[in-house]
């Protein structure tokens, strides 16, 4: 059986690969440990290799790691669906949002943000596959979304995050990434002053044809910890209150 240090060591062998691929500095791609439905000691296990970020899906089961590890100055990101309700605890115990789609919800997150903590970094969630059951903006609305979350005085838009259609095929993942970076790249010409630095995209299966096509930051959760075996497409019951 594999450890979570060797699949740590063996994810930076693929993103250091990926890069060398791309021409790409390995320094600008940040590997973010999906750590949705494992318990605290294996994002412990993971944080004594080193790594720093973790994301979550459920408001409840992250604050309970949160809090359980709160002596160890980890980076906790929220990536997953953002009910209302939820919002608060969001704004005041995660330093990303990655699933912002709509408006509402960002205006609530930067009211909610405790005016002591650094502003809410936040990417707006596009839907680039097109399929109808999926969470995120259409690529265009994704620039005059931009424009408003940028007004927003408790959140900082560092840039896009999408989950693309899961595919095999090398190519049909890379359209759909590219398809991320050219709506960052065109926003970016109309907001010169701010520009959008992240882009959030790429998995376990795909995080290569992600680096490839500009990813700066990889999710990735089955290939560091293993195969989930709960349940986690859906919000756990006591989530959904
Ligand atoms: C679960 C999840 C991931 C990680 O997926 P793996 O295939 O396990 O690497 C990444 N991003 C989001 C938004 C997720 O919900």
Not at 34 to 53: D, F, I, T, Y
Not at 97 to 103: A, L
Not at 118 to 141: F, H, R, T, Y
Not at 173 to 184: G, H, P, V
Request: glycine content about 6%; aromatic content about 4%; proline content about 7%.
């Amino acid at each position: 059986m594999t450890t979570i240090s060797e699949n740590l060591q063996g994810i930076h062998q693929r993103i250091r690969h990926a890069c060398a691929t791309a021409g790409r500095d390995p320094s600008g791609v940040t590997l973010l440990a999906v750590s949705k439905s494992w318990p605290v000691p294996a994002l412990a296990e993971a944080a004594v290799c080193g790594q720093r970020a973790f994301g979550e899906s459920y408001v409840q089961e992250g604050l309970i790691k949160i809090n359980a590890l709160a002596s160890l100055g980890l980076e906790w990101h929220f990536i997953g669906p953002i009910q209302s309700n939820k919002t608060r605890l969001i704004a005041e115990n995660f330093a990303w949002v990655h699933s912002v789609d709509r408006f509402k919800i960002a205006e609530r997150l930067s009211a909610q943000r405790p005016p002591h903590l650094p502003p809410l970094q936040i990417c707006l969630q596009v839907n680039v596959s097109g399929e109808k059951s999926k969470a995120g903006c259409l690529p265009e609305e994704a620039a005059p979304l931009c424009h408003a979350l940028l007004q927003l005085p408790h959140l900082t838009l560092r840039g896009l995050m999408t989950i693309p259609e899961p595919t095999e095929d090398v190519l049909r993942q890379r359209l759909q990434f590219a398809r991320l970076r050219e709506c960052r790249d065109r926003i970016n010409t109309e907001i010169m002053d701010r520009p959008l630095d992240t882009l959030s995209m790429g998995m376990s299966h795909d995080l290569d044809a992600a680096i490839l096509e500009g990813a700066t930051l990889v999710r990735i959760g089955t290939a560091i910890f293993g195969t989930r075996t709960r349940m986690v497409t859906k919000p756990a019951p006591h989530d959904e209150t």
